[in-house]
């Protein structure tokens, strides 16, 4: 069974930077799209960024600018670079990859707090 591994979050004082990491156990084929997704208390989980098919990168309007999604296949790692943090960035950070449509591997989900 394939695990996605997240690490990276941490408490950080606005304007700070973090990186999260996302590794998978091992490789997976066919992934076609691979997120960072997160979630506060009470409400649903949003897309932060995605890689789709490898290269076309896609942001929500609130980290553009901010935020870089990147992948090193070599590793199996999906990053998301994290500057300018705000408090409202706040929440449970998840990564999700999605192979050929048909399967969406989740992580366990890392914390990120920002203070202001």
């Known amino acids: 069974q394939v695990q996605l591994v997240e690490s990276g979050g941490g408490l950080v004082e606005a304007g700070g930077s973090l990186r999260l990491s996302c590794a998978a156990s091992r490789r997976i084929l066919s992934i076609t799209a691979m997120g960072w997704y997160r979630q506060t208390p009470g409400n649903q989980r949003e897309l932060v960024a995605v890689?789709?098919?490898?290269?076309?990168?896609n942001y929500a309007d609130s980290v553009k600018g901010r935020f870089t999604i990147s992948r090193d296949n070599a590793k199996n790692t999906v990053y998301l670079q994290m500057n300018s943090l705000k408090p409202e960035d706040t929440a449970v950070y998840y990564c999700?990859?999605?192979?050929?449509?048909?399967?969406?591997?989740w992580g366990q989900g890392t914390q990120v707090t920002v203070s202001s």
């Open positions: 890689i789709i098919s490898g290269s076309t990168a």
């Open positions: 999700k990859w999605s192979q050929s449509g048909l399967y969406d591997y």
